[in-house]
Nanobody, 127 residues
Framework: EVQLVESGGDLVPPGGSLRLSCVAS????????MSWVRQAPGKELEWVSG????????VYADSVKGRFTISRDNAKNTLYLRLNSLKTEDTAMYYC????????????????????WGQGNQVTVSS
């Protein structure tokens, strides 16, 4: 059973920072690319970032490039997302997601190839 448990979401002021974590279990974490996706109220799902299985390659949505950093610690089965210079438009539920289509180790843009998601963790950016 694939389990992805996010944590770290909080209420932060504009310009602030935080780090989200996702602890994975039920699969061989080091073999799968991972991503973060988000959904703001009334908005469609938005792919945020992806990282290859070995962590060598990372990709970002234009909306977060230069502000967010995705990383992983395969020894701890944990995925991270550091969110810097936060804007009000970053307010959303953030989800950790596992690559579901081959090649499973390759990070790709978009949400369609990530089939298993966590329960989500709320990030609210407000003064």
């Amino acid at each position: 059973e694939v389990q992805l448990v996010e944590s770290g979401g909080d209420l932060v002021p504009p310009g602030g920072s935080l780090r989200l974590s996702c602890v994975a279990s039920g699969f061989t974490f080091s073999m799968y690319a991972m991503s973060w996706v988000r959904q703001a109220p009334g908005k469609e799902l938005e792919w945020v970032s992806g990282i290859s299985a070995n962590g060598a390659f990372t990709v970002y949505a234009d909306s977060v490039k230069g502000r967010f950093t995705i990383s992983r610690d395969n020894a701890k089965n944990t995925l991270y997302l550091r969110l810097n210079s936060l804007k009000t438009e970053d307010t959303a539920m953030y989800y950790c997601a596992k690559k579901s289509t081959p090649p499973t180790g390759l990070a790709t843009r978009g949400v369609d190839e990530y089939g298993s998601w966590g329960q989500g963790n709320q990030v609210t950016v407000s003064s």
